[in-house]
């Protein structure tokens, strides 16, 4: 099936560790995202990426870090830097079907960190 | 950035009821779309429109791009509808850039 995948579905860290949340999709989508949502809240943007070996900066990327090796995957670290990591990260591609250019979203990964 | 709008914040309807939820943007834009994050956290696509209006079943869509704003009417709500509701646009740079309002909180009660 076509689709994303996170994994996992609920993480728990340590304070202090890093932690890498993965995003795969098959959807042979060229641009790729991180969204952090919080309880109560909307989505905000974390990082992107328009093509594989390029990524930009959203308006939290403080603390956060990703790479786009392969157009599948987009993985996303959570640094000790980051001084709230506990929330809701959702993953999501974009791209051409038919006549939209649509964004579409992962199941998302929990994440508290104690 | 741009800055997107949603409202009202909070909707508490009976079943069979219909509702306007509406979306305004700051800045001209590329594309809009509609989502619903079910209580499992999935956000479901419901509707492309950067302008025009569409229809899927008890669910339509308008957007006048002209005025910067969007509307999603659902009628005769039923219980299954609950949940947020969330408007995502990208500016007409066309970066890929999309960014999302706070969302729509939607209660049906039966």
């Known amino acids: 099936d076509g689709g994303i995948t996170q994994s996992p579905k609920y993480l728990f860290r340590k304070e202090g560790q890093n932690v890498t949340l993965s995003c795969e999709q098959n959807l042979n989508h060229d641009a790729m995202y991180w969204y952090r949502q919080d309880p109560g809240q909307g989505l905000r943007l974390i990082y992107y990426?328009?093509?594989?070996?390029?990524?930009q900066k959203g308006d939290i990327a403080e603390g956060y870090s990703v790479s786009r090796e392969k157009k599948e995957s987009f993985p996303l670290t959570v640094t000790s830097a980051q001084k709230n990591p506990t929330a809701f990260y959702l993953c999501?591609?974009?791209?051409?079907?038919?006549?939209?250019?649509?964004?579409?979203f992962g199941p998302g990964t929990r994440l508290t960190v104690t | 950035g741009i800055q997107v709008e949603q409202s009202p914040p909070d909707l508490i309807l009976q079943e069979g009821a219909n509702s306007t939820l509406r979306c305004n943007f700051s800045?001209?834009?590329?594309?809009l779309q509609w989502f619903h994050q079910n209580p499992w956290g999935q956000l479901i696509n419901l509707f492309y429109i950067p302008s025009g209006t569409k229809q899927n079943g008890r669910l339509s869509a308008t957007t006048v791009a002209t005025e910067r704003y969007s509307l999603l009417y659902i009628s005769s709500s039923q219980t299954t509808d609950s949940g947020v509701y969330f408007c995502?646009?990208?500016?007409?740079?066309?970066?890929?850039?999309?960014?999302f309002g706070a969302g729509t909180r939607l209660t049906v009660k039966p």
């Open positions: 800045d001209s834009v590329n594309n």
């Open positions: 999501a591609s974009r791209g051409w079907a038919e006549s939209s250019y649509e964004q579409y």
């Open positions: 995502a646009v990208e500016r007409s740079n066309n970066n890929n850039d999309m960014r």
């Open positions: 990426s328009q093509i594989v070996n390029d990524f």
